[in-house]
C-alpha cells in the first residue's frame, strides 16, 4: 500500500499575495496554470489576491477576469463614506465583486477559498472560510485608513496583508499538500528613486511587507516572483496589461518545475 500511496495526486494549494494593482498580475500566473492544466485544489488570497482569487474559485473564466482587469479604474471605487474610519465605505468591494460572481457564499464556490485580513484590534491575521463571498473579500482588501473596516464574527476587520500578505501556512491547513504561492511585491526597482510622495509611500509600504513576508512566502513548494521591466507602482491600475504579462513570465519561469512535481504531462 506504501507504493500506491506514492502516485496518489498531491492536493495542490494556490496562494495570491496583496499588492493592491499589482494583484492584477495574478491573473497572468492563472493563465499560465490554466493552459498547462495545473489543477488547484484550494486558493487563499489576501487583499487584491483575494478578489482575483475569488473571481477564479467562482468559476469565472480567466479571459471574462481579464478583460474585467483592463477596464477597471479607481473611479469605479470612489464612493465616499464620511463619519466611517475610512474615506472609501468597503460597501463599494462587495458591489464590485457581486457584480461578477453573484451574492455567493463561500461554500458555493467551485474551488475551495478562503480570504486573510487582519483583526484590527490583536494585529492577528483571521481567516475567512465561510460566510458571503464579498464580506471576506471586502474585509481582505480594507487598506487602512482608506477603506472602512469591516465587522465580521465580532472582529473589526482590515487588509490582511499586514498580518500575512503570502499566507502559506493559511492554504496548508485547509489541506493543501503542494503550495504555489504568487507574490506580486517585487523584489527591485528599474530607476533609482520614487518620483512623488505617492510612490514613495509605496515604495515604503513594499519594503514592510516584502519583509513581512519573506519567510512565510518562502515555505511554499513554487514561489512565483515578479520581475518587471519597468517601474508598476501599487496604484498604477491602468497598467493592467503590463502587470498581466508581468505574472505569465513569471510563471513560466517556473511552469516545467511545477509540472514535474506534479507528474503532469506535457
Aim: aromatic fraction near 8%; charged fraction near 25%; avoid cysteine.
Amino acid at each position: 500500500m506504501p507504493f500506491l500511496k506514492w502516485f496518489k495526486k498531491k492536493k495542490v494549494g494556490l496562494v495570491l499575495g496583496g499588492g493592491v494593482a499589482r494583484g492584477i498580475a495574478h491573473i497572468g500566473v492563472l493563465k499560465v496554470l490554466h493552459t498547462y492544466h495545473v489543477p488547484i485544489d484550494y486558493i487563499v488570497g489576501t487583499s487584491s489576491g483575494s478578489i482575483v482569487g475569488a473571481a477564479y474559485a467562482s468559476g469565472m473564466d480567466i479571459g471574462l477576469i481579464e478583460q474585467v482587469s483592463l477596464r477597471i479604474r479607481w473611479s469605479d471605487f470612489l464612493k465616499f463614506s464620511f463619519f466611517q474610519p475610512g474615506f472609501i465605505s468597503a460597501k463599494v468591494i462587495e458591489e464590485f465583486i457581486e457584480k461578477y460572481i453573484g451574492d455567493k457564499r463561500i461554500s458555493e464556490l467551485k474551488i475551495p477559498f478562503a480570504a486573510v485580513a487582519t483583526d484590527l484590534i490583536s494585529g492577528s491575521a483571521v481567516v475567512l472560510d465561510e460566510g458571503k463571498v464579498t464580506s471576506a473579500v471586502a474585509a481582505s482588501a480594507a487598506f487602512p485608513g482608506f477603506f472602512a473596516p469591516e465587522e465580521i464574527g465580532g472582529h473589526m476587520l482590515v487588509d490582511g496583508g499586514i498580518s500575512s500578505n503570502v499566507p502559506v501556512a493559511a492554504v496548508r491547513n485547509m489541506g493543501a499538500e503542494f503550495v504555489i504561492a504568487s507574490d506580486v511585491i517585487p523584489k527591485k526597482y528599474v530607476s533609482a528613486f520614487p518620483r512623488d510622495p505617492l510612490q514613495v509611500f509605496s515604495r515604503s509600504l513594499d519594503l514592510i511587507l516584502k519583509k513581512l513576508s519573506s519567510e512565510e512566502a518562502h515555505k511554499a513548494d513554487i514561489l512565483i516572483e515578479l520581475e518587471m521591466e519597468e517601474d508598476i507602482w501599487q496604484l498604477d491600475l491602468h497598467k493592467a496589461k503590463k502587470l498581466i504579462t508581468a505574472g505569465e513570465v513569471a510563471a513560466h519561469r517556473v511552469i516545467n518545475k511545477i509540472r514535474r512535481s506534479l507528474g503532469l504531462r506535457s
